[in-house]
Nanobody, 122 residues
């Protein structure tokens, strides 16, 4: 079992930055690939970024590539999402999730956090 708790969301102006954190419980965190997803009102949950269990491989949605960076610290059981050059269309609830392998697909993730709201004003 893995429990995930996101933090770091908030209100920011367009062009600004935020760093999201996801703290995981359990000693098996380092064996899981981790992903960030987001869901805007009236839209489906969508993939944002993923990182392999070792941190050696990262994956990004085209919409955030070059602006967002995913990283992890297995000693702290934490995964991060650094978000720069934020746009109003990045506004959504952001979720972290754990899976046995890195994936773009929601259904391949076994554990989910409760989400943190990110609002980008124009």
């Amino acid at each position: 079992q893995v429990q995930l708790v996101e933090s770091g969301g908030g209100l920011v102006q367009a062009g600004g930055s935020l760093r999201l954190s996801c703290a995981a419980s359990g000693r098996t965190f380092s064996s899981y690939a981790m992903g960030w997803f987001r869901q805007a009102p009236g839209k489906e949950r969508e993939f944002v970024a993923a990182i392999s269990w070792s941190g050696g491989s990262t994956y990004y949605a085209d919409s955030v590539k070059g602006r967002f960076t995913i990283s992890r610290d297995n000693a702290k059981n934490t995964v991060y999402l650094q978000m720069n050059s934020l746009k109003p269309e990045d506004t959504a609830v952001y979720y972290c999730a754990a899976a046995t392998r890195s994936s773009w697909y929601v259904e391949e993730y076994d554990y989910w956090g409760q989400g943190t709201q990110v609002t980008v004003s124009s």
